[in-house]
């Protein structure tokens, strides 16, 4: 059993950064692989980003890519997304999520187990 906390969302202009949390509580948190996902009103839940147990192994949605950075530290048992350069597009609430085992990395939100409450992101123009 994994739950999740998701931190770190707020307002921000075009062109700012943020740095999202996603702490876990378990003792094997470090056996799952990570995802990060967004969901803007009345469009379905997107796939951002996802890391394996070990951080060594990445994968962005090609949106992203560049301009968000996941990356994890196992002995905090959280997650982070660094998101730069952002966009009005961007504006959605954004979730971390868990999958076991780590690998393969998976991209589909019905592929993750544990799900954390959400974070509202809004960037303004």
């Known amino acids: 059993q994994v739950q999740l906390v998701e931190s770190g969302g707020g307002l921000v202009q075009a062109g700012g950064s943020l740095r999202l949390s996603c702490v876990a509580s378990g003792r094997t948190f470090s056996s799952y692989a990570i995802g990060w996902f967004r969901q803007a009103p009345g469009k379905e839940r997107e796939f951002l980003a996802a890391i394996n147990w070990s951080g060594g192994i990445t994968y962005y949605e090609d949106s992203v890519k560049g301009r968000f950075t996941i990356s994890r530290d196992n002995a905090e048992n959280t997650v982070y997304l660094q998101m730069n350069s952002l966009k009005p597009e961007d504006t959605a609430v954004y979730y971390c999520?868990?999958?076991?085992?780590?690998?393969?990395?998976?991209?589909?939100?019905?592929?993750?187990?544990?799900w954390g409450q959400g974070t509202q992101v809004t960037v303004s123009s």
């Open positions: 999520a868990a999958a076991y085992p780590s690998m393969p990395i998976r991209l589909k939100y019905d592929q993750y187990d544990y």
